[in-house]
């Protein structure tokens, strides 16, 4: 609950753990944890629930994340990879933290919006699924589960994001992979390096169909 936030680690053991039990986890490495920082960090940690928030002041903790003090560090097991947030300047308050990790949080399968879309474009994975396809579908429960059971499979070789033909601002999208709402739901492909994509119109998301899907693509 967000009163237990954040945990804190003492230690490397205790940090590793509290990282690897998370699909995105956030650390605030505060020399003073009771610092005006590390209160916004605090207040921060208690608007997003669904992350778990840690807080270290262990200078051997410190120094096997190679972390400066009074910085925020987000780990992302979907392509292990970290961002990190320097506090030392005084502009950085709970909100921009929060906007922060919002912006950087990839989980297995990502829900693309004007907010995540900064993360997707920042991820080191070159190849990006996208499920496209309408939120208020009564399939929609289903049809996730198996989108996201497919996504464990390529965990750190593609990023499977979720795109909802509601939201005006995914038209763009769209358009951009041809297709119309009639259309959906459908999967596109995309290698970001060289915008090499292919797209499937699919009846039924089935598990077997998103990895034949992919494994054409990367060969």
Known sequence: ????????????????????????????FFQDPRSPEAEQFRLAAGQIAEVPFGLSSSAAVL????????TVVLFRRVDNDRRDLDMNNREVDAKKLTRFVRMNELRLVTEYNPVTAIGVMQS??????????????????????????????????????????NLKSNERVLSYF?????????????????DEHEVLT??????????????????
């Open 202 to 219: 699919v009846d039924d998301i089935s598990i077997e169909r998103v990895q034949d899907f992919c494994n054409r693509f990367l060969q």
């Open 124 to 165: 080191s994975l070159q190849f990006n699924l996208l499920l496209i396809t309408d939120k208020m579908s009564p399939k929609h429960p289903e049809r996730m589960r198996k989108f996201r059971a497919a996504a464990e499979l390529y965990k750190g070789k593609i990023l499977f994001i979720l795109l909802d033909s």
């Open 178 to 194: 041809q297709l119309k709402k009639s259309q959906l739901p459908a999967l596109a492909i995309f290698h970001t390096p060289d």
């Open 1 to 28: 609950s967000a009163t237990d936030k954040p945990v804190l680690l003492d230690n490397i053991p205790d940090a590793e753990a509290f990282i690897s039990g998370a699909e995105v986890a956030v650390i605030g």
């Open 63 to 70: 120094s096997h994340y190679g972390a400066s003090e009074n």
